[in-house]
């Protein structure tokens, strides 16, 4: 099941020419990631796929969301490290997800708005239904974990100056 989707993304990836800046990392190829031992969320939108709009693990106990973020980072590092680059510092082709604004609720939805339905520019609609399927590639579970994790880079990566608070 998840590998018939993933080289059906494989083979549209290929059909698009998709070229980023990957070569040095490795894979472009999203790896899946099992999302069981992630808090559920079941309160989305029926409407919208089930999608909540705004990141729900933000406001998690202190242990919880360093489990969270530690399965964030190994789903970052699997599917979306080899365009958006490793420990999500993107190498300067591809958009930095650092500079998502947590603070901000537009930002959340850019962000599930790129996760469902890609870009023509090469972002692959890796949350969204493929036609025929039943389930996305990569689930809300784990999208949102990956969020959180970007989340906890940008901390970082504000304190270190290599990205400006706005
Ligand atoms: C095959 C390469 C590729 C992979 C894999 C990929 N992305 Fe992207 N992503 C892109 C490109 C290219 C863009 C810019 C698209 C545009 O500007 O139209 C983008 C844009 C985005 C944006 C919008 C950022 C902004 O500032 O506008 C988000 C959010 C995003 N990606 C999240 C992810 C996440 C999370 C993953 C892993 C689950 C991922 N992407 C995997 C290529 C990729």
């Not at 500079?99 to 692959?124: I, Y």
């Amino acid at each position: 099941m998840m590998k018939t989707k993933l080289s059906l993304l494989f083979a549209a990836l290929v059909v698009a020419g998709v070229s980023c800046n990957a070569s040095a990392h490795g894979n472009v190829i999203p790896q899946g990631a099992d999302s069981s031992a992630m808090p559920p969320i079941t309160d989305g939108d029926e409407a919208e796929d089930g999608w909540v709009f705004e990141n729900p693990y933000r406001g998690l106990d202190d242990d919880t969301k360093t489990e969270v973020i530690k399965f964030g980072e190994s789903a970052y590092a699997n599917n979306c490290a080899g365009c958006h680059g490793l420990h999500a510092q993107s190498g300067g082709i591809n958009p930095d997800l650092r500079e998502l604004n947590p603070d901000s609720f537009e930002d959340d939805e850019w962000f599930v708005e790129r996760l469902r339905f890609g870009s023509a520019k090469g972002m692959p609609a890796l949350g969204g239904i493929p036609e025929g399927q039943s389930e996305p590639i990569l689930d809300q579970e784990t999208l949102w974990a990956i969020k959180t994790y970007v989340e906890a880079r940008r901390i970082v990566a504000i304190e270190e100056g290599e990205i400006e608070a706005d």
